[in-house]
């Protein structure tokens, strides 16, 4: 089983579509998470941190589930300029930090 | 603007020639940077942790003579390809963790990437 697992996408959805991202993960150690977007032939760059209470940045809501280790991402009206990966980043500190990786899931916004 | 600044963006050269990429953190002091390789449509992959002043750590599959990394100051970190291959080509891309002026958060900063395409 993977440390991080993403849903596979990839997504196609139509402009102003709500869109709902999942991902566990496996180790109880996992400290913190965060959803990074990269565009394609781009470097990853940090979209949100994900918190147990829940953080909204205008359309878009992360989630945490530390009992079920499950993050999620949901996009409110989907915008064209939202079509890209999204990786799912979970840090475990066994000592010092391990940075682990989701597959990603690719997302198309269509007009 | 950018905090992690990595060059060259692209490069190509001929099979047997070695690449340096260079990274470097740009306003804050990272003891240890990532390298990490790409292939299209895949996620990102772990190749090494940079360790400023000691020797790298090398995930396993990863050739340490193939790859070598020196990290011989707290803001810059370079990977250099070896006799580079064909089948080296491949986005590598390096990041840094923030932790010196303010609380860690955990939040990986990376740099823009450098394509390697060998012929």
């Given at each position: 089983?993977?440390?991080?697992?993403?849903?596979p996408?990839?997504?196609?959805?139509?402009?102003?579509?709500?869109?709902?991202?999942?991902?566990?993960?496996?180790?109880?150690?996992?400290?913190?998470?965060?959803?990074?977007?990269?565009?394609?032939?781009?470097?990853?760059?940090?979209l949100?941190?994900?918190?147990?209470s829940?953080?909204?940045?205008?359309?878009?809501?992360?989630?945490?589930?530390?009992a079920?280790?499950?993050?999620?991402?949901?996009?409110?009206?989907?915008?064209?300029?939202?079509?890209?990966t999204?990786?799912?980043?979970?840090?475990?500190?066994?000592?010092?930090?391990?940075?682990?990786?989701?597959?990603?899931t690719?997302?198309?916004?269509?007009? | 603007?950018?905090?992690?600044?990595?060059?060259p963006?692209?490069?190509?050269?001929?099979?047997?020639?070695?690449?340096?990429?260079?990274?470097?953190?740009?306003?804050?002091q990272?003891?240890?940077?990532f390298?990490?390789?790409q292939f299209?449509?895949?996620?990102?992959?772990?190749?090494?942790?940079?360790?400023?002043?000691?020797?790298?750590?090398y995930?396993?599959?990863?050739?340490?003579?193939?790859?070598?990394?020196?990290?011989?100051?707290?803001?810059?970190s370079?990977?250099?390809?070896?006799?580079?291959?064909?089948?080296?080509?491949s986005?590598?891309?390096?990041s840094?963790?923030?932790?010196?002026?303010?609380?860690?958060?955990?939040?990986?900063f990376?740099g823009?990437?450098?394509?390697?395409?060998?012929?």
């Open positions: 089983r993977k440390e991080v697992e993403q849903d996408g990839p997504f196609n959805v139509p402009e102003g579509a709500t869109v709902a991202f999942n991902c566990t993960y496996s180790n109880s150690a996992s400290q913190s998470f965060f959803w990074y977007r990269q565009d394609c032939r781009k470097e990853p760059k940090l949100m941190s994900v918190y147990s829940g953080n909204e940045d205008g359309r878009f809501t992360a989630q945490l589930n530390r079920s280790q499950y993050i999620s991402l949901l996009i409110r009206d989907s915008k064209l300029s939202d079509s890209a999204y990786l799912c980043v979970v840090n475990l500190n066994t000592g010092g930090f391990k940075t682990i990786f989701g597959a990603g690719r997302l198309f916004v269509k007009a | 603007g950018a905090v992690v600044s990595q060059h963006s692209w490069v190509i050269c001929k099979s047997g020639t070695s690449v340096k990429i260079e990274c470097r953190s740009l306003d804050f990272a003891t240890t940077m390298w990490y390789r299209p449509k895949q996620s990102l992959m772990l190749m090494a942790t940079s360790n400023e002043g000691s020797k790298a750590t995930e396993q599959g990863v050739e340490k003579d193939k790859f070598l990394i020196n990290h011989a100051s707290l803001t810059l370079t990977l250099t390809v070896t006799s580079a291959h064909p089948e080296d080509s986005f590598y891309i390096c840094a963790r923030r932790t010196s002026g303010r609380a860690n958060t955990g939040e990986l990376f823009e990437g450098s394509r390697l395409t060998v012929l």
